[in-house]
């Protein structure tokens, strides 16, 4: 599983102020907040006015204070292209992203071969939005892999995005984007990789159930295949959980219920079924948690209550 840090980011007024400032050390603090991660997603939105060129003084500072690799999260294409001048380490950049709309599929294609980088390439376009299907999301998809193919993008370097949706506003979609990424790891052949950006399933919900949804709908995902997740580098127990995962070694008793969940996603398997320790709370909200994900009850903020 690839670890990408999602902690410097425009959305945050506080980010935003220091990217614009050059604050060095702001940035450098995120930056040892996510020395876990394996890359740092420099999501910088569309880098204009006061952020035009940021990439030229941000990449090098990134490259300089840490040994985080680089995801280019950015809308402007024309930064992303310039990032590349001041990056000395151009191995395996993550370019985030691409959707299936022209030109910019064309040119996000030609910088990937260009510089050999991976793909972010979000299941949706100008023309259908966001399918409310992972039949819909899938059908995407394999259009953009033909023109990945097309082009000569290696399969390997493809990252499909099932577009997770905040589970409070449309609950079902959470359902939605774990089937579209067990379809995609299940439909192409060479096979493509998948990539979700995870803190969008929490997003909106009370700031304590955050960790909770995140954790679960995470475990849920690895069992449906995922290979690479943008997310919350301060969340300590969910880098615990995913390295858990890897090594498919339990650290505590709550991890086998964590085991036993992405099997049962992996195998089509029946939460019913699973057993689990109803004496022990934390275990009983992550049951709650993934019959709210799975859609088998309706969500509430208060739904570890019910």
């Not at 300590?236 to 995913?242: A, D, G, K, N």
Request: proline share 4%; hydrophobic share 40%.
């Amino acid at each position: 599983m690839i670890l990408i840090g999602e902690n410097i980011h425009v959305i945050s007024k506080k980010v935003r102020a220091a990217l614009e400032m050059h604050d060095e050390i702001y940035i450098k603090n995120l930056l040892d907040l996510q020395k876990k991660m394996d890359y740092a997603d420099l999501n910088v939105g569309p880098a204009r006015g006061s952020l035009a060129s940021i990439f030229s003084w941000l990449c090098p500072f990134v490259e300089e204070n840490s040994n985080l690799k680089i995801s280019l999260d950015t809308t402007n294409f024309d930064e992303m292209r310039q990032a590349f001048s001041s990056i000395k380490n151009t191995e395996n950049i993550f370019l985030n992203s691409t959707s299936n709309d022209l030109p910019k599929l064309d040119l996000v294609c030609d910088l990937a071969l260009e510089y050999n980088s991976n793909i972010v390439a979000l299941t949706m376009s100008k023309e259908t939005g966001i399918p409310k299907t992972s039949d819909g999301r899938l059908e995407i998809a394999f259009e953009m892999w033909e023109k990945f193919l097309e082009k000569g993008i290696p399969s390997d370097r493809i990252y499909f995005d099932p577009l997770v949706l905040p589970l409070n506003v449309e609950q079902f979609q959470g359902l939605e984007a774990l089937n579209t990424i067990k379809m995609i790891k299940e439909s192409f052949d060479p096979p493509v990789k998948t990539i979700i950006g995870l803190s969008n399933i929490s997003n909106g919900a009370p700031q304590e159930l955050r960790p909770l949804i995140n954790r679960v709908f995470a475990v849920l995902a690895f069992g449906a295949g995922l290979d690479a997740v943008i997310m919350d580098a301060a969340d300590e127990e969910l880098y615990r959980i995913f390295k858990m995962l890897d090594a498919q070694k339990p650290e505590k008793a709550v991890d086998n219920l964590y085991l036993n969940l992405a099997k049962m996603f992996e195998n089509f398997g029946d939460l019913e079924k699973i057993d689990f320790d109803k004496s022990d709370e934390e275990q009983l909200k992550i049951i709650k948690t993934c019959e709210i994900i799975l859609g088998k009850k309706i969500y509430s903020n208060s739904f570890t209550q019910v």
